[in-house]
């Protein structure tokens, strides 16, 4: 449950963080950008509401940036010392913990309202699509329409099978189907219309996979159907998507014929009011995008190169800030807490606690027996009135000084790590070991690993024996001294 809950709280945040650098663009001229590069951002959102590309680059980047430890001067030494492992652990950015139950909770409702979404819309589409195979009815191979599709598929290179249809249900030409492409005309409204730009226009939109695009903007707007930025980017992806199909189509045309598209989408303005837009790609469009649609289709230019820096530089550091919220957003989303990692299983010399199996001192080998004394190992304890095992430095200094080595509680895994990081690194050398890496460490922690030279083994042991004896007490400024040059400040392995 906490891999999904990660997942899903990720990739909101990524698309959410696109869907809000869309609406700032919003505060631009509409003409500083090309219409294809904004549908390009919009595009982009919806891969990362639907691609955990944050959570590939955590997974990539360690591969490709050597790890760096640092090992922190201490100021004064604790009333107990680890040889091995000499209790300086970095805390990582603190947990959030949610109850399994609670956790349960919110998954059954986000599932919950992804099928009924997802469910709503299947219905929509097989009724829409039920009324025009209803309303259908076929399109002559002399017709006019028949010839301009024939010779506009040449044009545009396309070898896609497109069907023809006239629908009574529709009121302007429009593009449906995902994988039996067809346009359906209108059985009127078609005596002031440019047949070769309908067919060119609704082609373009076939030849750009935009009902594809269209089709896994409501797959994202079924995962993420809580969240309202995706139903805004649903709505900006239909608007840019007519846009740049404009800007495509019009682009090596003469100011006169612009005009005449321009016509021809006010002859078709009102044909689509009242259906549902998501599912087809139509020439006409709202009368409130009217006026803009129109000024940036009769100002289509060629690009110049700084215009096409420019607006790639825009999708490349929109797309950055994106996935860097979200890889962001994986840290700090709350984990899951089971029963299983809560409680102690087992009792006696043999006990699993968060899924790993930990042995008492008595239990373990002769040779793990041996390590442990000789390196100075701390074990977890499990006292009375504490429902988890605890680190030696957790405990209080009268429970320090009632346990021994043979009271804790010790994980083969672990001893086996040590004894490989003793064998690898050379005295002196700090290796940090994360949860992932050793599960017996509380997740959000990290532990620094030291193999001790001689020398910092005979300070370490003296301060140990005067803590045992006399308790802590405050260091001098030249005992600080003396750990200081003993532990160095900063350690790259």
Known sequence: ?????????????????????????????????????????????????????????????????????????????????????????????????????????????????????????????????????????????????????????????????????????????????????????????????????????????????????????????????????????????????????????????????????????????????????????????????????LTLMLNVKKLKKHTIIMSAAAVIAVGTIGTSTAAWAAKVTPKVNTDTNQTIKGTGDSIRYEGVQFLKYSALTPDEQKFVTEKGVRGLYALEGYKRLIPFDELTTDEQRQVTKEDGYYSPESIARLKESNEKYHPGVSVTITHQEDPSIPPGTSMTIRSLTPEERAVLKKREEEARSGGSRKLTPEEIAELKALFPGNTQK
């Open 1 to 293: 449950m906490s891999k999904l809950l990660e997942l899903l709280v990720s990739l909101s945040v990524a698309g959410s963080t696109v869907v809000a650098c869309i609406l700032l663009l919003q505060l631009i001229s509409p003409g500083v950008f090309p219409s294809k590069w904004r549908y390009a951002i919009g595009k982009m959102a919806i891969g990362l509401y639907l691609l955990p590309v944050a959570l590939v680059m955590q997974w990539l980047l360690p591969l490709f940036i050597p790890k760096q430890t640092t090992t922190v001067p201490i100021p004064e030494l604790p009333s107990s010392v680890h040889e091995i492992q000499p209790g300086l652990p970095t805390v990582a950015i603190p947990e959030l913990n949610l109850s399994a139950d609670v956790a349960l909770i919110f998954l059954s409702i986000w599932g919950t309202g992804v099928f009924t979404f997802a469910m709503w819309q299947v219905y929509c589409y097989r009724r829409f699509i039920k009324k025009l195979q209803q309303t259908r009815s076929p399109v002559p191979e002399n017709s006019e329409a028949a010839k301009q599709l024939t010779l506009m598929k040449e044009a545009l290179g396309m070898q896609s099978n497109v069907r023809l249809a006239y629908s009574s249900a529709v009121w302007s030409p429009v593009l449906v189907g995902l994988w039996k492409p067809t346009i359906y005309l209108p059985m009127e409204n078609l005596a002031n219309v440019d047949m070769a730009m309908v067919i060119h226009h609704e082609l373009i939109h076939l030849k750009r996979k935009d009902l594809w695009v269209k089709a896994i903007t409501l797959a994202a707007s079924a995962l993420h159907w809580f969240n309202p930025l995706v139903h805004i980017l649903r709505k900006d992806i239909h608007t840019w998507s007519e846009l740049s199909c404009d800007e495509e189509v019009v682009k090596e045309m003469s100011y006169t014929e612009r005009k005449r598209y321009g016509e021809t989408i006010l002859n078709v303005m009102t044909g689509s009011r009242g259906m549902p837009a998501r599912f087809f790609a139509s020439l006409s469009g709202e009368g409130k995008q009217l006026k803009r649609r």
